[in-house]
């Protein structure tokens, strides 16, 4: 199980971007994907999860309204959109994911954890 996520960069404040986080080595249909980041100097954090059926569980309410996730089954990947970028979502975003017969298939109350991909590192700054 291997996940890589792309797409980080430096962005101004209020503008957008586009992770990816690509599966290799497993199709992830039956896996539910989260995204988590992790400022400088602070614990790392759930934002969001996707189910393998396509439902979303929002773990920070700071970016509620701002970043959704998607999955395109078809290109193995899972999307976290950003848009309305502020300084504090300055961070290293990763993909995760959890064994389906341990963490299931829908997101849980804390997001999956078992396996994880490098992380991509996204600064918003004027």
């Known amino acids: 199980v291997q996940l890589q996520a792309s797409g980080g960069g430096l962005v101004q404040p209020g503008g957008s971007l586009r992770l990816a986080c690509a599966a290799s080595?497993?199709?992830?249909?039956?896996?539910?994907i989260g995204w988590l980041r992790q400022a400088p100097g602070k614990e790392r954090e759930g934002v969001l999860c996707i189910s393998s059926s396509g439902s979303s569980t929002y773990y920070a309410d700071s970016v509620k309204g701002r970043f959704t996730i998607s999955r395109d089954n078809a290109k193995n990947t899972v999307y976290l959109q950003m848009n309305s970028l502020k300084p504090e979502d300055t961070a290293v975003y990763y993909c995760?994911?959890?064994?389906?017969?341990?963490?299931?298939?829908?997101?849980?109350?804390?997001?999956?954890?078992?396996?994880w991909g490098q992380g991509t590192l996204v600064t918003v700054s004027s």
């Open positions: 995760a994911t959890g064994d389906p017969f341990r963490y299931g298939t829908g997101c849980r109350t804390r997001p999956p954890d078992d396996y």
């Open positions: 080595g497993f199709t992830l249909d039956n896996y539910a």
